[in-house]
């Protein structure tokens, strides 16, 4: 069966760090795009992350850049998303996505070929 699973959300304060990891069974996560998106209570699923497949390079939505890594480790088909300096507006179901596409990364949920189930951050004082 095919599947991606993250992990690593939780509860955390502002300004504190959190590392999600996504992770796939059934495939290899070097030969597919990667994007990272989430969803906040009353709001619209975002992209917030996502890194090419072939290049690894990374792209980030302007919120997030310099306090987010989006990182591969592909001898343990892991992708990784560095939180730091976390906000309250960072809170939400956080999924990432698979995709088969050459070249620039996907930047629309549709686009990509597979979901995770999400995992929730939440950044709370």
């Known amino acids: 069966q095919l599947q991606l699973v993250e992990s690593g959300g939780g509860l955390v304060q502002p300004g504190g760090s959190l590392t999600l990891s996504c992770t796939a069974s059934?495939?290899?996560?070097?030969?597919?795009?990667i994007g990272w998106f989430r969803q906040a209570p009353g709001k619209e699923r975002e992209g917030v992350s996502c890194?090419?497949?072939?290049?690894?390079?990374?792209k980030y939505v302007d919120s997030v850049k310099g306090r987010f890594t989006l990182s591969r480790d592909n001898a343990k088909n892991m992708v990784y998303l560095q939180m730091n300096s976390l906000k309250f507006e960072d809170t939400g179901v956080y999924y990432c996505?698979?995709?088969?596409?050459?070249?620039?990364?996907?930047?629309?949920?549709?686009?990509?070929?597979?979901w995770g189930q999400g995992t929730q951050v939440t950044v709370s004082s």
């Open positions: 996505a698979a995709g088969y596409v050459p070249g620039l990364p996907p930047r629309e949920w549709d686009e990509y070929d597979f």
């Open positions: 059934g495939f290899s996560l070097e030969n597919y795009a």
């Open positions: 890194i090419s497949r072939n290049t690894g390079s990374t």
